[in-house]
Nanobody, 120 residues
Framework: QVQLVESGGGLVQAGGSLRLSCAAS????????MGWYRQAPGKQRELVAD???????QYADSVKGRFTISRDNAKNTVYLQMNSLKPEDTAVYYC??????????????WGQGTQVTVSS
């Protein structure tokens, strides 16, 4: 099995910063990609940022220049540094991890979600 633990969400004022963390554990052989998605009320879940095993990154246009995704391969952890937060960033943020697990092959897991609320 693979477990994901998210942390770092909270309430901040517009212009503030938060750093989200997502740690993967379990019978993991390798991780190919890690990313962050978010879902706001009344909207579909959308990609925020993603990073591959080689370090290539992808960002939603709405967060480019403000958010930075990074990973610590030794700790199987992905981070999302969020700066200059705006009220429209308010959403539940979900960690996504893709890779290979022992005995069961490839996996695509989601974290439990962490609430980010940005006040104006």
């Amino acid at each position: 099995q693979v477990q994901l633990v998210e942390s770092g969400g909270g309430l901040v004022q517009a212009g503030g910063s938060l750093r989200l963390s997502c740690a993967a554990s379990g019978s993991i052989i390798s991780i190919n990609g890690m990313g962050w998605y978010r879902q706001a009320p009344g909207k579909q879940r959308e990609l925020v940022a993603d990073i591959t095993s080689s370090g290539s990154t992808q960002y939603a246009d709405s967060v480019k220049g403000r958010f930075t995704i990074s990973r610590d391969n030794a700790k199987n952890t992905v981070y999302l540094q969020m700066n200059s937060l705006k009220p429209e960033d308010t959403a539940v943020y979900y960690c996504n991890v893709r890779g290979t697990r022992r005995y069961y092959g490839t996996f695509d897991y989601w974290g439990q979600g962490t609430q980010v609320t940005v006040s104006s």
